[in-house]
């Protein structure tokens, strides 16, 4: 199994001896900084960082020689269904948030994104997009490639496994034997080969229950730094500090513009 990146330092030295070029590598530097943005302090229920989820599956993609802009999106691919874009809107996505991502990135990237959040990707969606593969365009079956390596990342350090049952039952591996099929079906035998193996290394490997979902989630959660959440004593405390700086502003201006008046001077002889 081909060891994968985890970090964007990672990635950037793979794609760059890989023999991207500096403008494609700030292409996906680029999309890197939004991930940033995006998913700040948000992590998987086995406790991994969100954003090294996201890093690993763009370094699948480039390991498949994927174009710059798939990486680009494969760094962002769960933008719309995970991403915090700062309470704009319900969670998923919308045409206020692609046209935040879109003065970001190229428009491109953007529809890989887009696309990718709109495939249904389910046990009975898997059959239907392997049986009919051949009719879809460039695009789609770049945004399934793209699906395929999040599934391929899912399972690289059984990471999937360390999600909990929640996790195994919606990526179950059912399906596993035609998503190898579809990586064939689209010209690329090592990630067929690397799914494979992938898929059993998780079937047969033994996770002791304690190690399993430590966040007690079955999904991905927001972990607010307490630097970053107003406790009610801390409010109260910047709430009447501002407002005694307040009324302190006001005496002194009060006192110099009585200081200013003809009654003032008169007062202070």
Not at 77 to 95: E, L, P, T
Not at 240 to 255: G, H, M, P, R
């Amino acid at each position: 199994m081909h060891s994968y990146a985890q970090t964007n330092i990672q990635l950037l030295n793979q794609l760059r001896q890989n023999g991207y070029s500096t403008s494609e590598l700030l292409c996906i530097a680029n999309a890197y900084g939004l991930a940033m943005q995006l998913f700040t302090g948000r992590f998987r229920p086995s406790g991994k960082p969100f954003t090294a989820h996201l890093v690993g599956t763009a370094s699948i993609l480039g390991h498949l020689h994927a174009s710059s802009e798939l990486i680009a999106a494969g760094l962002l691919h769960a933008a719309y269904s995970h991403g915090d874009f700062g309470g704009i809107g319900k969670r998923g996505i919308s045409v206020v948030k692609r046209e935040q991502v879109k003065r970001v990135i190229d428009e491109k990237i953007e529809e890989y994104i887009a696309r990718y959040t709109a495939l249904l990707w389910t046990a009975d969606t898997i059959p239907a997009i392997h049986n009919h593969l051949y009719k879809l365009d460039d695009i789609d079956r770049n945004v399934v490639l793209m699906r395929l390596a999040n599934e391929l990342e899912e399972r690289l350090d059984l990471g999937i496994l360390y999600c909990g049952d929640f996790k195994q039952q919606q990526y179950s591996d059912r399906d596993g034997h035609l998503m190898i099929e579809i990586a064939q079906q689209l010209g690329f035998p090592v990630l067929a080969t690397e799914l494979e193996q992938a898929f059993s290394d998780t079937a047969s490997a033994k996770l002791s229950a304690e190690l399993s979902n430590p966040t007690g989630l079955g999904y991905s959660t927001l972990v607010t730094p307490n630097s970053c959440q107003r406790k009610p004593l801390v409010f109260f405390y910047h709430t009447l500090t501002q407002t005694i700086e307040y009324w302190k502003s006001c005496a002194v201006n009060f006192k110099a513009a009585l200081g200013r008046s003809p009654h003032g001077s008169l007062a202070r002889d």
